[in-house]
């Protein structure tokens, strides 16, 4: 019985209804063979010589000429054909004479006819039968030697035959296999309905190629596959078989799923980095603490995916307070302070100063997993610590509402995030101690002028008051004698000297503080700047600030009183020791440049607290301080002189941290 493929044309194979064995599958020895067709000739020969000529006994050579089909060589029919046709003549011509002369040439027509008729049929046939057997063996190598599945199934999806490559993929023997169902013995249980409805819809006659399933071998392995069914159909079109082809891309379907993975991990990991990067330029931007927490709580729930994450810092003296969080009810961020208990997750993490991963917070040993309201809800959860100089300032945590095992990738971006927030905290505390020693440096600046001021006051006055003083008590003594007026008013006039010369003392500080005639010579500044420096930085300890002079060369000579300028500088190098008081290898900076064609600059830079900038540009309060309670008498007495002399001082931040304070002098001209 032969088959019609609809989509593959003519298949053949054994239990597809094609035929096992052609005519030339079964061969006879050709010297039996031979001898068979001459006896049997023979004896037909033999018969004709004895019969009358009218009987047509040639015929009977037709059937030696079937035998020929046996012979492995097609040509053996038409050497059989070749004797039959003579001996038939032979037996014409030597038949005993009987009958009518014509028919019997006519019978010996019509055997010759039946012979070659035979003989081309015959060999036609033999022809067909090896073209098949060799489609056959073709057939049948392609089959076995093909390296894809190669599955044939009868209508109800039983097997009935499959290749070497299906066997040694199962690693179950054909003939253990044969007759049963393919999906229940082969397929995925949770396939199961999918793969019987593709199967369904091929016996309908819709194609199906493409479908993508499981395959389970012996050993409980599972290869996916992907068929292209063939419907096998007899003659009548009635459908006998279904040949469906799968290639294995099981290999192929993992690298896509670990490719898709790499992606998906490089986005994930990309966005980190951008977020890392995003909260450190805020960092470094110098965002507020509390605008930085929220920033990092949202970001860290939106990355990982978490349902809640929550930031948990410790106060000194008051505990616990959830000082950021998302996921979580309200009131929870900024409410009263929280006592966490001891098997919480944060007070795990931060006892032992590093990651604590739950994977089940549900678990009987997990009582009291989170340690804030609401926490029930949650499965899993990972804790890291907020680190400081000193210790962990708290924990950063993350939760899921199902059992969760975080990656090491994940833990590191909360790490990112927690050593940021650390920073910044670290930051926020540093600039508050900062403030407070600027704040009580100030204050001293401002007691140590204070004194100082009055110290001259009182140096500069006592001698004139004091004169003043003798000089109205002698004339008051001398008053009560007439005689003695003249020497009277001669101490009165010697006292409202004495008071003239209080006033011009007085006078000569004034012009001091607000910038009178001084004297000017001309000087280089990168000396005055070197003594001055070294005066006020006879008493520092080397090891505590590094100084560093960068004077520049072939300055030109400036026209300055020498004293005041080195007592600017004397004062300023002070007050920036005194910033940096706390601090070790902290670094000085003096250096002077040009600043303009008619000006040289000079720089004293630290790495203090800094200074606010109104302490020497508001006019209207001669003695603004940038500290709480100051006065700024030192500074503003500076930039007096500074002024007196045509120049300016003013105040930048040095980059990092600290202040750098400029002041200028003007160049030495001619004629100037």
């Given at each position: 019985?032969?088959?019609?493929?609809?989509?593959?044309?003519?298949?053949?194979?054994?239990?597809?209804?094609?035929?096992?064995?052609t005519?030339?599958?079964?061969?006879?020895r050709?010297?039996?063979?031979?001898?068979t067709?001459?006896?049997?000739?023979?004896?037909?020969?033999?018969?004709?010589?004895?019969?009358?000529?009218g009987?047509?006994?040639?015929?009977?050579?037709?059937?030696?000429?079937?035998?020929?089909?046996?012979?492995?060589?097609?040509?053996?029919?038409?050497?059989?054909?070749?004797?039959?046709?003579?001996?038939?003549?032979?037996?014409?011509?030597?038949?005993p004479?009987?009958?009518?002369?014509?028919?019997?040439?006519?019978?010996?027509?019509l055997?010759?006819?039946?012979?070659?008729?035979?003989?081309?049929?015959?060999y036609?046939?033999?022809?067909?039968?090896a073209?098949?057997?060799?489609?056959?063996?073709?057939?049948e190598?392609?089959?076995?030697?093909?390296?894809?599945?190669?599955?044939?199934l009868?209508?109800?999806?039983?097997i009935?035959?499959?290749?070497?490559?299906?066997?040694?993929?199962?690693g179950?023997?054909?003939?253990?296999a044969?007759?049963?169902?393919?999906i229940?013995?082969?397929?995925?249980?949770?396939?199961?309905?999918?793969?019987?409805?593709?199967?369904?819809?091929?016996?309908?006659?819709?194609?199906?190629?493409?479908?993508?399933?499981?395959v389970?071998?012996?050993?409980?392995?599972?290869?996916?596959?992907?068929?292209?069914?063939?419907?096998?159909?007899d003659?009548?079109?009635?459908?006998?078989?279904?040949?469906?082809?799968?290639?294995?891309?099981?290999?192929?379907?993992?690298?896509?799923?670990?490719?898709?993975?790499?992606?998906?991990?490089?986005?994930?990991?990309?966005?980190?980095l951008?977020?890392?990067?995003?909260?450190?330029q805020?960092?470094?931007?110098?965002?507020?603490?509390?605008?930085?927490?929220?920033?990092?709580?949202?970001?860290?729930?939106?990355?990982?995916?978490?349902?809640?994450?929550?930031?948990?810092?410790?106060?000194?003296?008051?505990?616990?307070?959830?000082?950021a969080?998302?996921?979580?009810?309200?009131?929870?961020?900024?409410?009263?302070?929280?006592?966490?208990?001891?098997?919480?997750?944060?007070?795990?993490?931060?006892?032992?100063?590093r990651?604590?991963e739950?994977?089940?917070?549900?678990?009987?040993?997990?009582?009291?997993?989170?340690?804030?309201p609401?926490?029930?809800?949650?499965?899993?959860?990972?804790?890291?610590?907020?680190?400081?100089?000193?210790?962990?300032?708290?924990?950063?945590?993350?939760?899921?509402?199902?059992?969760?095992?975080?990656?090491?990738?994940?833990?590191?971006?909360?790490?990112?995030?927690?050593?940021?927030?650390?920073?910044?905290?670290?930051?926020?505390?540093?600039?508050?101690?900062?403030?407070?020693?600027?704040?009580?440096?100030?204050?001293?600046?401002?007691?140590?002028?204070?004194?100082?001021?009055?110290?001259?006051?009182?140096h500069?006055?006592?001698?004139?008051?004091?004169?003043?003083?003798?000089?109205?008590?002698?004339?008051?003594?001398?008053?009560?004698?007439?005689?003695?007026?003249?020497?009277?008013?001669?101490?009165?006039?010697?006292?409202?000297?004495?008071?003239?010369?209080?006033?011009?003392?007085?006078?000569?500080?004034?012009q001091l503080?607000?910038?009178?005639?001084?004297?000017?010579?001309?000087?280089?500044?990168?000396?005055?700047?070197r003594?001055?420096?070294?005066?006020?930085?006879?008493?520092?300890?080397?090891?505590?600030?590094?100084?560093?002079?960068?004077?520049?060369?072939?300055?030109?000579?400036?026209?300055?009183?020498?004293?005041?300028?080195?007592?600017?500088?004397?004062?300023?190098?002070r007050?920036?020791?005194?910033?940096?008081?706390d601090?070790?290898?902290?670094?000085?900076?003096?250096?002077?440049?040009?600043?303009?064609?008619?000006f040289?600059?000079?720089?004293?830079?630290d790495?203090?607290?800094?200074?606010?900038?109104?302490?020497?540009?508001?006019?209207?309060?001669?003695?603004?301080?940038?500290?709480?309670?100051?006065?700024?008498?030192?500074l503003?007495i500076?930039?007096?002189?500074?002024?007196?002399?045509?120049?300016?001082?003013?105040?930048?931040?040095?980059?990092?941290?600290?202040?750098?304070?400029?002041?200028t002098?003007?160049?030495?001209?001619?004629?100037?």
């Amino acid at each position: 019985m032969s088959l019609r493929g609809d989509s593959a044309g003519t298949a053949h194979g054994p239990g597809a209804g094609v035929p096992t064995a052609t005519p030339g599958q079964v061969r006879l020895r050709p010297a039996l063979l031979a001898g068979t067709c001459l006896a049997g000739a023979a004896l037909i020969f033999a018969f004709d010589l004895v019969t009358p000529l009218g009987v047509a006994d040639g015929m009977l050579y037709a059937g030696v000429v079937l035998l020929g089909l046996w012979h492995s060589d097609r040509r053996a029919v038409l050497v059989i054909a070749v004797i039959g046709s003579v001996l038939t003549g032979a037996g014409f011509v030597l038949s005993p004479p009987g009958g009518v002369p014509w028919m019997a040439a006519v019978n010996r027509l019509l055997a010759l006819l039946a012979i070659w008729t035979t003989a081309v049929l015959a060999y036609l046939h033999a022809e067909l039968s090896a073209r098949l057997h060799r489609e056959h063996e073709l057939a049948e190598s392609l089959f076995e030697t093909a390296q894809a599945i190669v599955l044939l199934l009868d209508p109800r999806g039983r097997i009935l035959r499959y290749n070497g490559y299906t066997q040694d993929l199962l690693g179950v023997p054909l003939a253990e296999a044969r007759g049963r169902d393919w999906i229940a013995t082969f397929v995925p249980p949770a396939e199961h309905d999918r793969v019987r409805d593709v199967l369904e819809t091929a016996a309908g006659g819709v194609s199906t190629g493409g479908n993508v399933n499981g395959v389970i071998a012996r050993d409980g392995s599972v290869r996916v596959v992907e068929w292209f069914d063939t419907r096998l159909r007899d003659a009548g079109g009635a459908l006998t078989a279904i040949l469906a082809i799968g290639t294995d891309i099981t290999a192929r379907r993992d690298a896509e799923i670990a490719r898709e993975d790499t992606l998906i991990q490089l986005r994930t990991r990309n966005l980190e980095l951008t977020a890392i990067a995003e909260i450190g330029q805020s960092f470094l931007s110098g965002e507020e603490l509390r605008e930085l927490r929220p920033r990092v709580v949202a970001l860290a729930r939106e990355l990982l995916g978490a349902n809640a994450v929550a930031l948990v810092e410790t106060h000194a003296g008051t505990g616990w307070a959830v000082t950021a969080a998302t996921g979580w009810p309200a009131g929870l961020v900024g409410g009263e302070h929280i006592a966490m208990k001891p098997g919480s997750l944060f007070a795990r993490t931060l006892a032992a100063e590093r990651v604590i991963e739950i994977p089940d917070l549900r678990a009987a040993d997990e009582p009291a997993a989170t340690g804030l309201p609401d926490a029930g809800q949650f499965a899993s959860g990972v804790g890291v610590p907020v680190r400081g100089a000193a210790g962990p300032h708290g924990v950063l945590a993350a939760f899921m509402r199902s059992q969760h095992r975080f990656g090491d990738d994940e833990i590191a971006f909360l790490q990112t995030l927690a050593n940021t927030l650390g920073l910044a905290v670290e930051r926020q505390r540093s600039e508050g101690r900062a403030r407070r020693l600027q704040r009580d440096l100030l204050r001293a600046t401002r007691e140590s002028a204070v004194v100082d001021f009055g110290a001259t006051l009182a140096h500069e006055l006592n001698q004139p008051i004091t004169a003043v003083m003798n000089y109205v008590q002698a004339a008051s003594g001398l008053m009560e004698r007439e005689s003695d007026a003249a020497q009277s008013r001669t101490y009165l006039d010697r006292a409202v000297d004495e008071a003239e010369r209080a006033g011009e003392i007085l006078r000569r500080l004034r012009q001091l503080v607000h910038g009178g005639m001084t004297e000017h010579v001309c000087t280089e500044i990168n000396e005055v700047v070197r003594d001055a420096a070294r005066l006020a930085l006879c008493d520092v300890d080397e090891a505590r600030v590094q100084v560093r002079f960068e004077c520049a060369a072939a300055l030109p000579p400036v026209l300055i009183d020498t004293v005041q300028i080195q007592q600017v500088v004397f004062n300023l190098v002070r007050n920036a020791v005194e910033a940096m008081h706390d601090m070790t290898d902290a670094a000085l900076r003096l250096a002077t440049r040009p600043h303009t064609r008619d000006f040289v600059e000079v720089l004293i830079e630290d790495q203090g607290p800094g200074l606010d900038a109104g302490a020497i540009h508001d006019d209207s309060r001669r003695f603004r301080s940038s500290k709480e309670g100051g006065m700024g008498i030192g500074l503003s007495i500076c930039r007096s002189i500074v002024t007196a002399h045509g120049g300016r001082l003013w105040v930048t931040p040095t980059a990092g941290a600290g202040a750098t304070l400029h002041f200028t002098v003007p160049v030495a001209k001619q004629g100037r």
